[in-house]
């Protein structure tokens, strides 16, 4: 079946620290790859997305770059601020398999962003 | 503004007390899906609608029924609660292959 690992949290920095969360998956066909963030008290939203390989996905000062070879879907960002404070969601839909194109999500990883 | 919208954002409810938990979509989207978020587990889908009248069981079921007698509207009922559905619920809508666009979640205590 198709499966999406993160890293655990929770990851601690300091204000513009350089941040990686990884996320790796496995999933039937050609998945698109999806992050999402969850800020304290509210639903997901969607933060950015590559639908193939080689894509590139960018939001708000964020990047991840869907890889194939590698089945990841690793999330960066040069220099975070404190309202980055969130836990962060790795997500894939697969292409080949039903469940009306259902959301298959990570765990979750919690970043702390701290002055 | 585009949003899926949750009733009641908090319910604290006793055991075996039937409850309805509402979700409302203005995308005219056609997939709705319930999902449950726990600690360390992520988010499970519970249910979902890939149209109106056309439901069906996702990951974790047991002890929840949906309905979906028109577009825009997808309840949760829980006929029989127990302790161990309390979660935290969230309500999505999309279109094929394309995102998700979630509610802002229903905090469930089931005493």
């Known amino acids: 079946g198709n499966s999406v690992t993160q890293m655990e949290g929770p990851v601690t920095l300091s204000e513009e620290a350089f941040l990686t969360i990884n996320c790796t998956y496995t999933a039937t066909g050609y998945p698109s790859l999806f992050w999402y963030v969850q800020y304290p008290g509210e639903g997901l939203q969607l933060l950015l997305k590559a639908t193939k390989a080689d894509d590139k996905g960018s939001n708000k000062g964020f990047e991840a770059t869907y890889r194939k070879e590698t089945t990841s879907f690793h999330l960066e960002k040069g220099s975070v601020q404190v309202s980055d404070s969130a836990v962060y969601f790795c997500a894939l839909i697969a292409t080949l398999t039903g469940g009306g194109n259902k959301l298959t999500f990570g765990t979750g990883t919690q970043l702390k962003v701290e002055l | 503004e585009a949003q899926v919208t949750q009733n009641p954002r908090y319910l604290i409810t006793v055991t075996g007390k039937k409850l309805t938990v509402t979700c409302s979509q203005n995308m005219n989207h056609e997939y709705m899906s319930w999902y449950r978020q726990d600690p360390g587990l992520g988010l499970r889908q519970i249910y979902y609608s890939m149209n109106v009248e056309v439901t069906d069981k996702g990951d974790v079921p047991e002890g929840y029924k949906v309905s979906r007698k028109e577009k825009r509207n997808f309840p949760l009922i829980l006929e029989s609660p127990s302790p161990n559905q309390t979660s935290l619920y969230f309500c999505?809508?999309?279109?094929?292959?394309?995102?998700?666009?979630f509610g802002q979640g229903t905090r469930l205590t089931v005493v």
């Open positions: 999505a809508s999309k279109r094929a292959w394309t995102e998700a666009f």
